[in-house]
């Protein structure tokens, strides 16, 4: 029997680095991705184009382990990721660095424990549940809808859920989720123009509907945090873990305006993040009918048509596998900048002062050196016994080390959860597949939204 020939999704087409950046300002929505020359996917360490404060492009393992470790606090958030997101989320776990972030950090990761995920998770039931009947109504009606925002809608029912206790259908909730969205599509991060002009700490300025967003999202939680600290409520959510979280040192707790700037991050990276993520989880299976039997098949050995439990959603194997090559081929952060806060050498490289060190998960995910056919879609990469024959290193959809995502192990449940629920139950057919293709923002997504029609089996 022939093999199967590979699938290689959608990504921009690989120009040299003169027509890259023609392609990038010739477009002008901000979208990062088209930025990147076909020798980004080669190199270990070079420039990226040119700008007045040198901006480096590092794939190679160990300066990537480096940077992220930063033992000696060289490397700090880049200050376009700061001016992007602090109108929303302040000085949190998300853009601080150095005593501030190791202080938030130690305060937050209890509530991100195996037990409270455990908590955590008839929550996320009810949230898939709700989804599974909207998309039976859709199915019903035979009416398309936007993956994108279903996906989105899905994942912030649970961070609503499980942070507050309270589902998507409040008046608070939804209105936090409506600014959220517009947040996301007009933030400005980074106009290249001014990137390839500007100095470094060049402050990032917002649009009027930007900044008026943040300070309703920012009033909205502060409602939805109020009422966990009224003395005696009967919340046991991971708000009230956070709430709860005391210094080691000092014995304080987070203030009420650093509670809204933790609890925003869970919000913004919470949802918007693994939303990416099951957006193309689920074209990808859509795309390809054999891996879909395939995660059909290790559902119905494993659970049937029953619930799926806590137990349950961490193994299935398979599926873990497909929700990894996802992240690899279109991981949820694109790009985790960072700016040397003084001079520094990487390996034989000098780095000036103000230099914007460039990590790209995309790159390093889809590096000519690392992976083997980087750019096809292929769950058993990450299939057990093979670890080893992934590049240590090369696959960092969550970062690294002590910046790992404190919400890793909450994303593998969830994830898990949702495709195997909706897959056994639900086709998705998409409408003019051949249209879709990645950009980069805040965050890997398509760059028109995916339109589709759910079949249910």
Known sequence: MAARPSFHPPRPSLLPSIAALARTIWRGDGDLLSLLPA???????????????????????????????????????????VGALEALIGDSIFVSDGAKWRRQRAMIDPAFSLMRLHLAYASM?????????????????????????????LTADIICRTVFSVSLQSDVAREVFEDFALFERHVAQVKVWRLIVDPAWTKVGQEPAVLAACGRIRRRLGDLIDTHLVPGAPFNDIASAVIGARDAETGQGFSREELIDQLGVFFLAGHET?????TWAFYLL???????????????????????????????????????????????????????????????????????VMIAPWTLHRHRRYWRDPDSFDPDRFAPGREGEIVPGSYIPFGHGPHTCVGAGFAAVESALILARLARRF?????????????????TRPRRQIMAHARRL
């Open 125 to 153: 039931t009810a949230a898939v549940d709700a989804q599974e009947a909207r998309l039976d109504a859709l199915a019903d009606r035979a009416e398309a809808f936007s993956l994108d925002l279903a996906m989105s809608h």
């Open 274 to 278: 693994t939303a990416s993520a099951l």
């Open 39 to 81: 020798e980004a996917y080669r190199m270990a360490i070079g420039e990226l184009g040119y700008s007045r404060r040198s901006i480096k492009l590092v794939n190679d393992p160990a300066f990537v382990r480096q940077i992220l470790e930063d033992q000696g606090e060289t490397f700090p958030k880049s200050d376009l990721m």
């Open 286 to 356: 859509a795309m390809r009918p054999d891996v879909l039997a395939r995660v059909r098949a290790e559902i119905d050995d494993a659970v049937g048509d029953g619930p799926i439990t806590f137990e349950q959603a961490k193994k299935l194997p398979f599926i873990r596998a497909v929700f990894k090559e996802t992240l690899r081929l279109y991981p949820p952060i694109t790009f985790m900048p960072r700016v040397a806060l003084k001079p520094a050498m990487l390996g034989r490289r000098r780095l000036r002062r103000g230099a914007l």
């Open 427 to 443: 086709d998705f057919l998409i409408k003019e597949p051949e249209a879709v293709s990645p950009a980069a923002r805040l965050t």
